[in-house]
């Protein structure tokens, strides 16, 4: 299920409409919105002053922020992760051993990025990576035309 937030220019919508007496079935028809987004927009972000667009956007910002997010990567798991990285194994072999043991299903660009961190934060996981020395290289599909 998808939905799209709403955006500063609606909120703005909304705020004036609001303030000439206007109802939420009537903003929501004008908008291509449910009713329901629109009341519950009002209800969720009217302040002391009454709705202010800005406001309810920094609001909504803010509880976007403040709700608790999946973290697959806990302490326990990145002990693991380097655990199998010092024994010189690739994300790609961690993920899979993590999996057949029934641990937890990551992907391996999970670990690439958590090494990333790492690294940055001064780590030295990325000296086990496999290929840490090695650039990117873009390859091109010349092959064809030989």
Do not use: C
């Not at 002053?49 to 709700?67: E, M, P, V």
């Amino acid at each position: 299920m998808s939905y799209k937030h709403l955006t500063p220019e609606e909120r703005h919508y909304i705020e004036v409409q609001h303030k000439n007496g206007v109802s939420a079935n009537e903003i929501s028809q004008a908008l291509n919105r449910w009713q329901s987004t629109i009341s519950r927009e009002l209800l969720r972000n009217t302040g002391k002053r009454g709705y202010r667009y800005k406001q309810a956007g920094r609001l909504a910002q803010n509880r976007h922020q403040a709700k608790e997010k999946s973290v697959k990567l806990t302490d326990e798991i990145k002990l693991m992760v380097d655990d199998y990285l010092k024994q010189d194994w690739s994300p790609e072999q961690i993920v899979g051993r993590l999996k057949l043991d029934g641990v937890i299903t990551l992907h391996h660009e999970t670990i690439y990025q958590y090494v990333l961190s790492d690294k940055e934060a001064g780590g030295m996981l990325y000296k086990h990576l496999r290929h840490q020395s090695k650039p990117y290289r873009k390859r091109y599909g010349f092959a064809n035309n030989l």
